[in-house]
């Protein structure tokens, strides 16, 4: 079996173990149900939706094969990082204002996480994370704006803690440091920010 076609079986199985919440995908499987809810939801009225159909569902594809990816491998392919900034790109408001406030977004967002990186590296001697959280993170701000950065790695930084635990609970853990995959929990944040609406939209509606 050639080496593309072993990755791909790789791939599937990571994915089939955390849908059925089995083995090291225990710790991913919330992020499945709540991605594929979250997919439902929004497809719920597919008339209202129009045309935006065709870029969510590129966004949710490309999105869950950043997280299995990154999943199985610990690091995020940069086919699907390309495929967002394009389609990002080509989705950007006609109004000056707005689009530059995306491009703002986007650098802010990969911005963040460059920050992050450098002064983890800088109390603890390595990599805290890798350099394709940060474009994601980055292409969340793209697609979203500026505004849904923040509940975006939230809802990242509260997932990644319950996959943590959950792997601690089952023995997946060997030690402190050892490296959990932050793609799937930030492809959820922004999946959940651009399906149902940034936690700042929803707060203001209270």
């Known amino acids: 079996m050639s080496v593309p076609a072993r990755r791909r079986v790789a791939l599937v199985e990571t994915a089939v173990r955390a849908a059925t919440a089995r083995g090291e995908g225990r710790a991913l499987a919330h992020v499945v149900w709540i991605a594929f809810a979250a997919l439902a939801f929004t497809f719920v009225d597919f008339a209202q939706l129009g045309w935006w159909a065709a870029p969510t569902l590129v966004l949710f594809g490309a999105l869950a094969l950043a997280a299995v990816f990154d999943a199985r491998f ?24 707005e689009a530059a406030l995306r491009l703002a977004g986007a650098a802010g967002g990969y911005a963040t996480l460059r920050a992050v990186d450098m002064a983890f590296r800088l109390l603890r001697g390595r990599a805290g994370l890798g350099l394709a959280d940060a474009h994601l993170l980055g292409l969340a701000g793209l697609w979203l704006g500026p505004a849904a950065l923040p509940g975006c790695l939230l809802i990242a930084v509260v997932s990644a803690f319950l996959s943590a635990l959950i792997a601690a609970r089952d023995g997946a853990l060997g030690h402190m440091a050892q490296p959990i995959p932050f793609g799937p929990h930030l492809a959820l944040g922004f999946w959940l920010c651009w399906s149902l609406g940034p936690l700042e939209a929803a707060q203001s509606g209270f």
């Open 74 to 97: 610990l690091i995020i392919p940069d086919g699907p990082l390309i495929v967002l900034l394009l389609l990002g790109l080509a989705l950007l408001p006609s109004d000056g204002e």
